[in-house]
């Protein structure tokens, strides 16, 4: 009986060898791993060259991802980054004229990206344009209107709006239209709401939702559309919930759906909503497991959601991430981020606090360049799902 026990102790501690064996081998990370990770899971990549929050991330025409300002405590950048994500390698790009945060970044239908306003000690209306051929910048012409934390979204004839904001004078209803092949901005009619934080999605039919935002009244559940056919705003079915610092995803079925945010009285949300441009009307949508705003949220190829990080009602960074499944309407958990993350803008950029950080991660294919609110680290992780 007792040689019976012995062998099958000794069996078990085998077996739970092996098994640690295999997890280690399994959960193991490498710098420089193809994205070839377990199912959901985050991974170490490349850190960027130096922390940074309030800045932008974009996705060239040649596949790079082009970092450009943002700021770290009293300290504003000029400087911009580009990540090959073939070689995981960053590259020093070329600095802009001024340092910006808050700014917006746009990739044109030629491949160069337009740099729009954001804080550069005082509120700026100056612009300029990178050229990835020349790897360089080229001054343009200034805004009609200095303006931070505004939209800036491409048209389908290659020309970009911007819309709202923060001005010296308060919140923004302003919009302005610019033309690459003249470099001119032209104002047009304003949004009956000035907002700020808000989302600007483009639609299948090429129309601009702008929804929520920030404004006097606190966060808003009014809903602007602009037609760029007739250059005229429209107020269109107002959300169920006022909400601001939320997401709004283009869904591949035509619809947009509407992630978290926050309230008037300052609470994050764990509600979403949808809206359909062929009824002009929204429909409820089951809610996040965890209430967030100042997060991200990204398309992925298979029609599912990811949502990442943010603040909760405390505003506290999250470390949690979720993913809406379009075909079933459900909400999963899925691998968590290595640390409390909040705040997007850009490819994903994520901001907290006084502190900055270089870290980058991967989910599938998704770069996700982050802050989080403690010690700057230069850890910084990627992963792939199944």
Known sequence: MTKQIKNSLAGLVSFIFIFLLIAVSVWTVSPVDDVKAAPDTWRIASPMSVGRANHTAVLLQNGLVMIVGGNQSSSTYSSTELFDA??????????MSIPRAY????????????????????????VEIYDPITNSWA?????????????????????ILVAGGMSTTGYQNTVEVYSPDSD??????????????????????????ITGGAGNSGSLTSVELFDPSLNTWSVTTSMTTARSSHTANLLNDGTVVVIGGRDTAGSSLNSAERFDPASVSWGAVN????????????????????VTGGEDSFSIPLKSSELYLQSKGTWIYTGSLSYARCGGRGLEYHQRGSQRCRNLQYFHRLVVYNQFDGLPSQRSYRAAPA
Do not use: E
Request: overall charge positive; glycine content about 10%; aromatic content about 4%.
């Open 184 to 209: 001119t901005w032209t104002a047009l009619s304003p949004m009956t709401t000035g907002r700020f934080r808000h989302c600007a999605t483009t639609l299948p039919d090429g129309k601009v939702l």
């Open 139 to 159: 001054s343009a012409a200034s805004m009609n209107v200095a303006r931070q934390g505004h939209t800036a979204t491409l048209l389908p004839d290659g020309s």
């Open 86 to 95: 073939s070689t995981n390698a960053w590259q020093i790009g070329p600095p």
């Open 103 to 126: 700014h917006t970044a746009t990739v044109m239908l030629d491949g160069r990206v337009l740099v729009a306003g954001g804080l550069s000690g005082a509120i700026t209306n100056s």
């Open 287 to 306: 809610s996040m497991i965890t209430a967030r705003y100042s997060h991200t949220a990204t398309l992925l190829p298979d029609g599912r959601v990811l």
